[in-house]
DNA sequence: GTATGTGCAAATCATTTGCATTCTC
DNA sequence: GAGAATGCAAATGATTTGCACATAC
């Protein structure tokens, strides 16, 4: 399986577009964790290995990300969105308690044969989804 | 069935808070149609209805609605949220084209079986969903 | 060499907050 | 009458943009 730079570059000289240092720097440090990132956190992750970055070049390369299937935004919350990588795992569901905001990671296999539904009613190349559930989780139940 | 004012105003009872012709206002208003809408849009709906309603008002309902049941979050484009009334309506998920940004509405009741599943799983008490499948419309994707 | 990308500082835009006033219960 | 809600103006915070400089192709 080729790794996230290389998908990365063949997108980048598809589009014409150009790779920099910044923006491998950039991928790595998202694909170095399994976990979601959020800009700002990313960019702090960043900052404190010393590389120098700034934020304007990550929020300028997320709609590359995205584009290229990379990532994916996973949920907004606390007033920005919050993204998780999609290259190479699988994309999961969010479980989401109202009160509290824990949030819990879950498949559903069954949306791929939906997609392939809505592709045919509607004509659509379906690239993806994103389900969130919500409600009360064990501990804040009791408290509404 | 009871109308949304009437829900509002026992919720806001139970909650011991207090209702306001203002409130009033923006919750015939969201129930005046039944599109989607933000909070942008609203305000520009009730100024042209001469109706002195400030954004923070809007901004300051919007939490208890949702908390009441009567609207939703349907999706985030444009840098901001759009609602849409589910009491008295089918929650629906939503369609989009990532290239025109048009946007379908369907239905899927197999969420529903989903949603007990885990409510079970994980003794959560759900109260709704959020699905958005993305791609692109019959237009757009011949021009990717 | 040219056009794209970068960092910085400033601008934008949705949303939130402080506060004095008004209103609901 | 006390506590909430309102409108206004100002603050906040994420994201975007203008611009001069650097750099990939």
Known sequence: M???IEIFREFIRKKGLRNTPERETIIKEIFATHDHFDVDELYLRLKNKKKKISKPSIYR???????SGLIQEAYFEDGHFHYEHIYGHEHHCHLRCLKCGKIIEFEEKSLKK?????AGKYDFA???HKLEVFGYCPKCKPHI
Chains 1, 2 share one sequence.
């Open 2 to 4: 080729k790794d996230e």
């Open 61 to 67: 390369l997320v709609p590359y990300l995205l584009e």
């Open 114 to 118: 939906m997609e392939k539904k809505l």
């Open 126 to 128: 379906i690239k993806g």
